[in-house]
């Protein structure tokens, strides 16, 4: 399966119809175009995808915003994740081991490295089961096997 496919699989229940992968950054951020020409962004580490440009035009504008910039390319996380983890390779991608969204911090022991593929899968599948939830609503995590 590719990722558009594992995309589709893991946050199709959102609404999404993606097309094409944009742009992705060392965390496993992707930018997607839909089928409807919108532009997504997939951030794996707060378990969230949702439109942030309705178009190219508006994606073009977005991309010169240094706010945006700054969040996208994460780049004192990605230097002290390369300090501690190295050069990714092929599919690998730095992560949070337990999510923003779920409390956990941006650094030190919670750094980790995933294949894309699973962040994708993975961040969709925490977002479903949590989105109905209250913000500070207390969440365990069971792990299965």
């Not at 944009?22 to 930018?31: A, P, R, S, V, W």
């Not at 022991?109 to 913000?135: C, W, Y």
Request: aromatic content about 8%; hydrophobic content about 40%; some cysteine.
């Amino acid at each position: 399966m590719n990722l558009i496919d594992e995309i589709k699989q893991a946050w199709g229940w959102i609404g999404i119809t993606p097309i094409e992968i944009i742009g992705e950054n060392d965390f496993g951020n992707l930018i997607i175009k839909d089928a409807d020409g919108r532009y997504w962004r997939l951030c794996p580490e707060d378990c969230y995808c949702e439109v942030i440009a309705a178009n190219r035009a508006a994606l073009d504008i977005l991309c010169r915003d240094q706010e945006f910039l700054r969040d996208w390319y994460m780049t004192e996380l990605v230097l002290f994740a390369k300090e501690k983890h190295g050069e990714l390779t092929d599919g690998i991608k730095f992560c949070l081991s337990i999510p923003g969204i779920l409390g956990g911090e941006y650094g030190g022991s919670n750094l980790g490295t995933a294949p894309l593929v699973e962040l994708v899968r993975f961040s969709g599948d925490i977002a479903r089961q949590i989105k109905d939830m209250p913000e500070g609503t207390q969440v365990r995590l069971k792990i299965v096997d």
